[in-house]
T-cell receptor, first 112, second 111 residues
Framework: KNQVEQSPQSLIILEGKNCTLQCNYTVSPFSNLRWYKQDTGRGPVSLTIMTFSENTKSNGRYTATLDADTKQSSLHITASQLSDSASYICVVSAGSNYQLIWGAGTKLIIKP | NAGVTQTPKFRVLKTGQSMTLLCAQDMNHEYMYWYRQDPGMGLRLIHYSVGEGTTAKGEVPDGYNVSRLKKQNFLLGLESAAPSQTSVYFC??????????FGPGTRLTVT
């Protein structure tokens, strides 16, 4: 069964600190892996999309890694800001946009 | 550009009532999608469309119908609402089978 599991479920860190969120997947076939940021009461917004051949991709203070051999991905946030408080969702595509497997997300809270 | 908009933002229905959720996009995207998001779960695809006049079932289509009469609009209908359909509904669009752009969501409560 295709699955995407994220850890931790929730995380609280102080402003300015770094953090890393984890994503493990069992999806076949694999097309690409995406990370989304979802603010409370808003729709998800894409942070990165990585294909099989990419193992690191950055978007500002966000850096995603992908290990296709172990089927793991991580999202590293550097120098966190209060605006980083959100849910971060890992999504794996098994081909097209109607074959997406969504994780339940990690809820990140940044405290001043 | 407004991007993807959804109407209404909130709605409360009684069991058995019907309603239509409207999604509109001004980016000329071919693909449109309807998802539901429930606490502790990932988004689940209800229906999707790969172009004007076409629709297809997603992972959880039962109890919902859709129509895509115009390229920019994608309607989601509930013919007889049930409490199990209490959820947050998101519409998305994409230019191809790649990056998706999401609307702000509709929070629906069925009592």
């Amino acid at each position: 069964k295709n699955q995407v599991e994220q850890s931790p479920q929730s995380l609280i860190i102080l402003e300015g600190k770094n953090c890393t969120l984890q994503c493990n997947y069992t999806v076949s076939p694999f097309s690409n892996l995406r990370w989304y940021k979802q603010d409370t009461g808003r729709g998800p917004v894409s942070l990165t999309i990585m294909t099989f051949s990419e193992n690191t991709k950055s978007n500002g203070r966000y850096t995603a890694t992908l290990d296709a051999d172990t089927k793991q991905s991580s999202l590293h946030i550097t120098a966190s800001q209060l605006s980083d408080s959100a849910s971060y969702i890992c999504v794996v595509s098994a081909g097209s946009n109607y074959q997406l497997i969504w994780g339940a997300g990690t809820k990140l809270i940044i405290k001043p | 550009n407004a991007g993807v908009t959804q109407t209404p933002k909130f709605r409360v229905l009684k069991t058995g009532q019907s309603m239509t959720l409207l999604c509109a996009q001004d980016m000329n995207h071919e693909y449109m999608y309807w998802y539901r998001q429930d606490p502790g779960m990932g988004l689940r695809l209800i229906h999707y469309s790969v172009g004007e006049g076409t629709t297809a079932k997603g992972e959880v289509p039962d109890g919902y119908n859709v129509s895509r009469l115009k390229k920019q609009n994608f309607l989601l209908g509930l013919e007889s609402a049930a409490p199990s359909q209490t959820s947050v509904y998101f519409c998305a669009s994409s230019p191809s089978s790649y990056e998706q752009y999401f609307g702000p969501g509709t929070r629906l409560t069925v009592t």
